[in-house]
T-cell receptor
Framework: DGGITQSPKYLFRKEGQNVTLSCEQN?????MYWYRQDPGQGLRLIYY???????QKGDIAEGYSVSREKKESFPLTVTSAQKNPTAFYLC?????????????FGPGTRLTVT | DAKTTQPPSMDCAEGRAANLPCNHS???????VYWYRQIHSQGPQYIIH???NNETNEMASLIITEDRKSSTLILPHATLRDTAVYYC??????????????FGTGTSLTVIP
């Protein structure tokens, strides 16, 4: 089955630690995205990547870092500099072949930092 | 500033049409409107999108006003499984920076038996 996987589903960390969230897709999509969702809020863009070895900051990139060494993978690191890291994190990819630019989302990772 | 605004919640009777409004008064001419829905703690799912013409697919219809400042998502015969948060989104394509999607805060739709 083609799709996007995020692991783990729940993640707990102590304050001051960096943590890396995994996102993998086997849809052969070029573009990948990371969003953050807080309770009762919409999704806010953290980083996105159009192609391997390239990425751009979204609206709330401070305290986060990404890499895109492979087409299939777009890991997100939440650094200790992120002031409020506890949130639901969603990864998405889009295929541009059809021109529809439909985003396919993973199941999300819920990060709790105490 | 938010690119889209939506009412926070709505109710709809099962079997009736659900009409979900969205304002996007600052939308530019080449920016598309998308609708997604999210069932609790899952990833959002695509419903429909459009630029300026009305669109219909097997899930819903999208009505965009002539001035493109607002749109309405119509679920023609709402079922209990349509209970979810519905997001109105604007897709902005940068010249060299690809596509960015700006989510509103969403409308929580409750379908009532």
């Amino acid at each position: 089955d083609g799709g996007i996987t995020q692991s783990p589903k729940y993640l707990f960390r102590k304050e001051g630690q960096n943590v890396t969230l995994s996102c993998e897709q086997n849809l052969n999509h070029d573009a990948m995205y990371w969003y953050r969702q807080d309770p009762g809020q919409g999704l806010r863009l953290i980083y996105y990547s159009q192609i391997v070895n390239d990425f751009q900051k979204g609206d709330i990139a401070e305290g986060y870092s990404v890499s895109r060494e492979k087409k299939e993978s777009f890991p997100l690191t939440v650094t200790s500099a992120q002031k409020n890291p506890t949130a639901f994190y969603l990864c998405a990819s889009i295929g541009q072949e059809t021109g529809r630019y439909e985003q396919y989302f993973g199941p999300g990772t819920r990060l709790t930092v105490t | 500033d938010a690119k889209t605004t939506q009412p926070p919640s709505m109710d709809c009777a099962e079997g009736r049409a659900a009409n979900l409004p969205c304002n996007h008064s600052t939308i530019s001419g080449n920016e598309y409107v998308y609708w997604y829905r999210q069932i609790h703690s899952q990833g959002p799912q695509y419903i429909i999108h459009g630029l300026k013409n009305n669109e219909t697919n097997e899930m819903a219809s999208l009505i965009i006003t002539e001035d493109r400042k607002s749109s309405t998502l119509i679920l023609p015969h709402a079922t209990l499984r349509d209970t979810a948060v519905y997001y109105c989104i604007v897709r902005v394509k940068g010249r060299n920076t690809g596509n960015q999607f700006y989510f509103g805060t969403g409308t929580s739709l409750t379908v009532i038996p």
